[in-house]
């Protein structure tokens, strides 16, 4: 809930899929409007580590995450560690 008060493009913006990191039990979405930007990274599946080298978002740094287990979201050399049913919020 926090993340999402702290975030209007979160409730509020336009969501786009971010194909270029998105691929298996990875899905990567922008949300957008004129007070921000916004990415959201969902592992449903097994743990991932998708690269955020060489897009968009490679600058980008964790500002929140949501998690099942004790396994933390990390963000290392432009990569992205997701534990599994991990979710990252990135700004």
Known sequence: MRIRNENP???RGETQIVE???SGHVCAVKKTCDCGETLIV???GAA????LAG???ASYA???YLMVGETPVSLEHETLSLPACGIAVLR
């Open 42 to 44: 969902y592992n449903i």
């Open 62 to 64: 964790p500002y929140g």
């Open 48 to 51: 991932a580590e998708p690269s």
């Open 20 to 22: 270029t990191l998105t």
């Open 55 to 57: 897009t968009d978002y």
């Open 9 to 11: 493009e979160v409730a």
